[in-house]
């Protein structure tokens, strides 16, 4: 049995954290009780500035833009549930986007899935590429295809897995194995599967990202992102560009997204079961042509998705027979439980029609290449009761 000790006396409390397991380090990882007062969870601490005894002579806070107590330990809860040393929290997903590219130059070149997020394409292409960086979209789930793509000016790796929305898997360590000793940066959208889930730094990436507005958060109440890194020297880049950018989050959205994560094990194990009876149901339903999820034998890179998750998550996506664009979107229109909405990753279960939503920013012919036809419906499922859902998917699909 995991005996951990616990040292309290008055300000100072130690616990064991390097030795917990994931369930235990999303609610004590990196957290310490507040040296004020004890207070178990971090204060929202709503301030601007601080107060200085001589010039320079602070606490070790002087500006919130640089430093906040509140977003500071949410950063060290994103290091420690990632197996990172350093974490970043950002306004948003995209946001720590942003700051991934900042630490490139004119003329390098990237690589990445060609069924990415909408957001990330139009991020990647729309701003970007006016500054002089390369996108390459390729289809990661072979390998094959990254070796293909890449060159001397090649600098950075950017993957999805599972991809969004066609689920698609790739495999981290093959891909961290291709650009070994080659000064090329792995980095990781973790978002669909949480670190729960999956935790691409152990598997050798360099760089996690989330839109911890998702499942970290948990309930969509939060706009928010998160990077996390192990190396001291890319932390202290990223770090500089998160304080000189200054896309950082507020110290009420980062209260919010810690509360969230303390949660984060339980919502992703009924997350998982409810999505597994979801796309089970789907696949034996007559009306029903494709399912998109990883649990399922058949998916493309199963083998891998068994070795580098704990689980298969929470989304799926799924085309009727025969459907066509109006009859993905009448289904959409008559869920009830299921909220149509953009966003995913809530205790609600959310529907979406991405070629008209997520993913309307990309261009219909490289959509559709990728499989993100016109009729195809993504699903976020919650944590209700599962039966209440398969109901509700009932009524719609008819």
């Known amino acids: 049995m995991l005996k951990i000790k ?79 040393t350093h974490g970043f929290a950002f306004g948003s997903g995209l946001a720590a986007m942003d700051a991934v590219l900042k630490l490139l130059q004119p003329g390098d070149e990237i690589i990445s899935t060609d069924d990415l997020y909408g957001g990330s394409y139009r991020l990647f292409t729309k701003i970007f590429e006016d500054f002089g960086l390369k996108f390459h979209f390729v289809p990661m789930h072979a390998t094959k295809h990254i070796e293909a793509a890449l060159n001397e000016k090649t600098k950075l790796i950017w993957l999805e897995t599972p991809t969004n929305p066609m689920m698609n898997i790739i495999d981290i360590k093959a891909v961290v194995d291709l650009v070994k000793d080659k000064n090329i940066w792995v980095a990781v959208d973790n978002t669909f599967a949480s670190s729960y889930i999956q935790q691409p730094l152990s598997l050798g990436a360099d760089i996690v990202m989330h839109s911890a507005t998702k499942y970290l958060a948990g309930h969509s109440d939060v706009v928010l992102g998160a990077l996390v890194v192990k190396d001291d020297a890319l932390a202290e880049r990223i770090g500089f560009i998160q304080n000189a950018s200054g896309a950082i989050c507020g110290p009420m959205d980062s209260f919010l997204t810690l509360r969230g994560i303390k949660t984060l094990h339980v919502r992703m194990q009924r997350h998982c079961e409810n999505a597994a009876t979801i796309a089970r149901y789907l696949k034996e339903n007559p009306k029903i042509d494709k399912v998109y999820w990883p649990g399922f034998e058949d998916h493309p890179n199963h083998d891998i998705a068994k070795t580098q998750m704990k689980d298969f998550g929470g989304m799926l996506s799924f085309v009727t027979k025969g459907a066509d664009y109006q009859a993905a979107i009448k289904i959409v229109e008559r869920l009830k439980l299921f909220t149509l909405a953009e966003s995913l990753g809530g205790v609600e279960s959310l529907a979406g029609h991405p070629a008209s939503m997520t993913h309307a920013s990309i261009p219909k012919e490289l959509r559709e290449k990728s499989g993100v036809v016109d009729a195809l419906i993504r699903l976020s499922v919650g944590i209700e009761d599962v039966r209440d859902l398969i109901a509700d998917l009932e009524q719609a699909i008819g």
């Open 6 to 84: 616990y040292l309290y006396n008055g300000n100072n409390f130690d616990c064991m954290k390097d030795r917990l397991h994931f369930n235990s380090k999303t609610i004590h990882g990196g957290q310490t009780p507040d040296k004020a007062y004890g207070a178990v969870m971090p204060p929202i601490y709503q301030t601007s500035t601080y107060a200085q005894s001589t010039p320079g002579g602070h606490q070790g806070f002087e500006y919130s833009r640089t430093h906040n107590p509140t977003r500071q330990a949410l950063e060290k809860s994103f290091a420690s549930i990632e197996e990172g």
